[in-house]
């Protein structure tokens, strides 16, 4: 059975860190484009990261850029979610997902479109 098992939320202050870390089980990663959404309170998903697996080539909203990073340990069949200097406006529920890859690898695209495996939800709240 296909899953993502999402782990490492948790309250921190503002100023601080924590990673999210997301083990794909029952299928390869390799063809795939992962990436992490967050769902703030009273607020509909949206696209935080994506990555490439293939190619390790990466894509950040703006609001993030400089304080987030997001990787692969293909070994490991394992993405990341790297996240510094965090702010309250961050807190929310991250939900890692992965999609094979299709004719549109956008990072648009994999943001806007139906994908095909999600992790249950890790809640991260950042108090000011």
């Known amino acids: 059975e296909a899953r993502l098992l999402e782990s490492g939320g948790g309250l921190v202050q503002a100023g601080g860190s924590l990673r999210l870390s997301c083990e794909a089980s029952?299928?390869?990663?390799?063809?795939?484009?992962m990436g992490w959404f967050r769902q703030a309170p009273g607020k509909a998903r949206r696209g935080v990261a994506c990555i490439l697996v293939s190619d390790g080539t990466t894509y950040l909203i703006d609001s993030v850029k400089g304080r987030f990073a997001i990787s692969v340990d293909a070994s490991k069949n394992t993405m990341y979610l790297q996240m510094n200097d965090l702010k309250p406006e961050d807190t929310g529920v991250y939900y890692c997902?992965?999609?094979?890859?299709?004719?549109?690898?956008?990072?648009?695209?994999?943001?806007?479109?139906?994908?095909?495996?999600w992790g249950q939800g890790a809640p991260v709240t950042v108090s000011a």
């Open positions: 029952g299928f390869a990663t390799d063809n795939y484009i």
């Open positions: 997902a992965a999609d094979l890859m299709r004719d549109d690898s956008s990072w648009y695209s994999f943001f806007n479109r139906a994908l095909q495996h």
